[in-house]
């Protein structure tokens, strides 16, 4: 059974950072293209960031380029996002998941295209 686990997530002010990270259990990681998701409040899930498999494809929402960055380690089986700069429009559940397909060399922002999901890991940012 693949798992995908969130960490890192927390309170914090305003133009602080975090770092979440995302651990597979799945045998397949390093072969596939994963993806971070938030959902806040009465919001739709949207798609935040995501690494291809090779990490030769970065992809962020226009909402956080140049705050974020998305990256991999497949030796370790885990996905990070660096949030930096962080905004109140920012709070949010956010999600790591797995793409379907393996080695898909474009991320892709549609989020039916993910099979795996992580619980989630809330992030909160005070004004």
């Known amino acids: 059974q693949v798992q995908l686990v969130e960490s890192g997530g927390g309170l914090v002010q305003a133009g602080g950072s975090l770092r979440l990270s995302c651990t597979d259990s799945?045998?397949?990681?390093?072969?596939?293209?994963m993806g971070w998701f938030r959902q806040a409040p009465g919001k739709e899930r949207e798609f935040v960031a995501g690494v291809s498999w090779s990490s030769g494809d970065t992809k962020y929402a226009d909402s956080v380029k140049g705050r974020f960055t998305v990256s991999r380690d497949n030796a370790k089986n885990t996905m990070y996002l660096q949030m930096n700069r962080l905004k109140p429009e920012d709070t949010a559940v956010y999600y790591c998941a797995r793409d379907t397909y393996l080695y898909r060399s474009m991320v892709v922002t549609d989020l039916t295209t993910y099979n795996y999901w992580g619980q989630g890991t809330q992030v909160t940012v005070s004004s």
């Open positions: 799945g045998s397949t990681f390093s072969k596939q293209t």
